[in-house]
């Protein structure tokens, strides 16, 4: 059942939403995601949900934000039952940095003012390392947040300008260190591959700079050129190329090897950690298909099989939680297909492995086939990625579902 929401109706999709969170199990893990729309400029290749001040004008601003983000949270409380306690919550974006240490602890208090945190919480906050400082980082870490994410993306700074990224090369690697000296254990830097122009040097000196850092957690994503994205109109016309698929395949080779070598491990297709404790758990809740509320300006949730996701424009959502309703802007309720295939396309990109007790039995055979093949092995439970398999993993999924 899908109700899609046109201006200006968001009660419509209320009622799936309410009846999702009246009966909730509360064995399921709970965690919220929180997403901050501003951006200090726009990255050529993103195509998240952000703005700019000069996009937004005088329409929006981080109080009024705010102000509808604790309404959402206070929506969430109420309409969740039994009570939840959260396991995670991530706070992403946009550039959550740019609300300072003060704003996000009123964001991290906000939360608290509606949710019992669960003793052993995650907490993680994405940053960029331009808008953080060793203050910045201590304050978070009294605040309660426990992990950083640093968007890197690379150590060249060719590499950086093609992706308008506007940090300097060697700030992520301090910025890490100063949040490890603040006490922080958990640390994540995020790195691009794949961008027109970068060389397997480029990526060896960013992984060199990595690997100095002292983080116990690497993000690996392969560049995607998204429509109506400046890099996308750049390619158009001919002014760089397209990223090259063999390449990208050469670049996780190195990656992988890098990072393996330096002791770190996979535990999803583009995710390492230095042991089980670095592992993220809040995306890890998203792979195994857990509960999560969305909050903020297009953000997206999913509850007691039910997904929906939020109007995107911050001064819209601003105004629809204002006027008392719900800001969702379109919902679904998964049927027990569609959730089978969810848990497919997840589970197979975690080293834990595609369950075997959830296939059926041509797609047990499908899945066997692959093994045949050198792209799946059989662990005791599971099938899970050879390296071979992992530059395959979007291919090997089709093949176990639909042969």
Same mark, same amino acid.
């Given at each position: ?9 968001? $009660? ?18 709970? +965690?919220?995601? !929180? ?57 992403? +974006? ?27 919480? $995650? ?14 980082? *201590? ?7 426990? @992990? ?29 260190? $100063? ?17 027109? +122009? ?34 996308? @109109? ?50 890890? *809740? ?50 027990? $297909? ?31 086939? !692959?093994?045949?093949? +050198? ?23 089709? @093949?176990?579902?639909?042969?």
């Amino acid at each position: 059942m899908k109700v899609d929401i046109e201006t200006p109706a968001p $009660e419509l999709a209320a009622g799936l939403i309410s009846r999702a969170c009246a009966d909730v199990d509360p064995e399921v893990p709970f +965690g919220l995601y !929180l997403h901050v729309p501003f951006c200090a400029t726009r990255c050529g290749y993103c195509d998240f949900n952000t703005y700019t001040a000069g996009e937004l004008g005088s329409s929006s601003s981080p109080e009024s934000w705010q102000e509808a983000v604790a309404a959402e949270l206070e929506s969430a409380a109420r309409l969740l039952q039994p009570a939840r306690k959260v396991s995670t919550i991530f706070v992403g +974006g946009g550039t959550p940095s740019l609300l300072g240490a003060a704003g996000l602890t009123r964001l991290l208090d906000a939360v608290r003012a509606e949710f019992d945190l669960a003793d052993d919480a $995650e907490v993680t906050t994405e940053s960029n390392p331009e808008s953080t400082s060793p203050e910045f980082f *201590a304050d978070l870490h009294e605040a309660g947040y426990t @992990r950083i994410s640093l968007g890197m993306q690379s150590a060249a700074q060719h590499v950086l300008r093609v992706l308008d990224r506007v940090h300097t090369p060697g700030r992520a690697v301090a910025a890490a260190r $100063e949040a490890r000296e603040a006490g922080f254990e958990h640390v994540n830097l995020d790195l691009i591959y794949g961008t027109p +122009g970068e060389t397997d040097a480029d990526l060896h000196a960013s992984l060199d700079a990595v690997l100095s850092a002292g983080v116990d957690h690497v993000s690996a994503y392969a560049l995607i050129v998204e429509d109506g994205t400046a890099l996308a @109109r750049r390619i158009r016309r001919g002014e760089m190329p397209a990223p090259d698929d063999d390449v990208l395949a050469d670049r996780y080779q190195i990656l992988d090897d890098r990072l393996s070598a330096d002791g770190f491990g996979w535990y999803e297709v583009s995710n390492w950690a230095r042991d089980e404790a670095a592992a993220c758990r809040h995306n890890l *809740a998203y792979w195994h298909s857990h509960d999560w509320w969305g909050i903020g300006p297009g953000a997206h949730s999913h509850v007691n099989g039910v997904r929906w996701w939020n109007v995107k424009h911050p001064a819209r959502y601003a105004k629809t939680l204002a006027e008392g309703a719900l800001p969702a802007a379109s919902a679904e309720e998964l049927g027990a $297909e569609d959730r089978h295939v969810e848990a497919v396309m997840l589970t197979t990109r975690c080293r834990t492995g595609l369950p075997m007790g959830i296939l059926d039995d041509a797609e047990r055979a499908n899945a066997e086939k !692959l093994c045949a093949d +050198g792209l799946l092995e059989r662990a005791e439970t599971a099938y899970v990625l050879t390296d071979a398999g992992r530059l395959l993993a979007d291919g090997v999924i089709r @093949r176990v579902l639909w042969g």
